[in-house]
């Protein structure tokens, strides 16, 4: 018999991990994710705006109408459901998880695509106003798909009851 402390199930390496992990409560990851999308969705309408008035008139406001439409239906169809996925699948975790997983594995390799397809969108020579309705629909949604995560966020039980 031997006086070897007992082995964990797991390695050095994830030990170090959750050892140093930066843990938040649940109510910090939904902060995060309701900061993330209202922050984005800030930049790119504000940057869509302003690509959207670098037109000749009357242009700017039919295209800055058409960002904000898009956006609002995209928004309020789309991407306010997959808020309140995201807000449930983070209250149902509860607190002490990474504060990364705000947002899934799948959701940051999503956002990693979207910000590629920016860069490139931005070095394909479509002129800006174009690429300004596409800003200001993208930016319109992310703020109206916020909502829930807002909602979540200030929810007294965490959120379940304002998802």
Known sequence: MTDDPPKSEHGPIRRLAERWKPAAKAQTHLLAAA????????????LGFVWCFSARLPWPFLLAAAGIGAGSLKGRF???RLAERNAARVIRRGDGHCLGGFLSVKTWLLVAVMM???ILLR???VPH????????????????GSVPLWKARRSPQGGAAGV
């Open 116 to 118: 590629a397809s920016g």
């Open 129 to 144: 106003p174009i690429l300004g309705v596409l800003y200001a629909a993208i930016g319109t949604a992310l703020l109206a």
């Open 78 to 80: 789309v991407l306010r």
């Open 123 to 125: 070095r394909s020579g």
């Open 35 to 46: 900061g993330l999308w209202t922050l984005v969705g800030l930049g790119l309408s504000t």
